[in-house]
């Protein structure tokens, strides 16, 4: 049986979890702290297989961190956006597939849409990894 939108979702914050210093949430909160990734759906496919098999999941994480300066946000975005390394957000979320065997299989597709957020007093960047979530 295939996994669940929120199955799915669930068992990518886990796996977020396991970069240093990274915190996970369903929604940005009113008050950020950072770094801080978001766990959002995007789409659903249906159909790619026989009989409905394989539906095919495409979540958006927002990764947020703190804007102290330009040049200090933008290094902290280097980490996160790396292929490999212990803040690589791709490194984590690929490092079990299977996603402890909640999902046939997982990849992150790509990483960018770099963004300046304001939330109250603070400013944030914001960048975007889609991730495809074989259910």
Known sequence: MAATVSEAAAALKVA???VPGLRVADW?????SAPLAVVGISSVTYHRAFAGGDAVHEFIVTLMV??????????KLDGFLSYDGVQSIRAAIEADPTLNNVVQTVLVEKGGNVNLVSIGDSNF???EFTVTVHA
């Open 16 to 18: 977020l979890l396991a």
């Open 28 to 32: 940005i909160p009113d008050n950020p």
């Open 66 to 75: 703190g804007r102290e300066s330009e040049r200090s946000a933008q290094s």
């Open 125 to 127: 960047l914001t960048v």
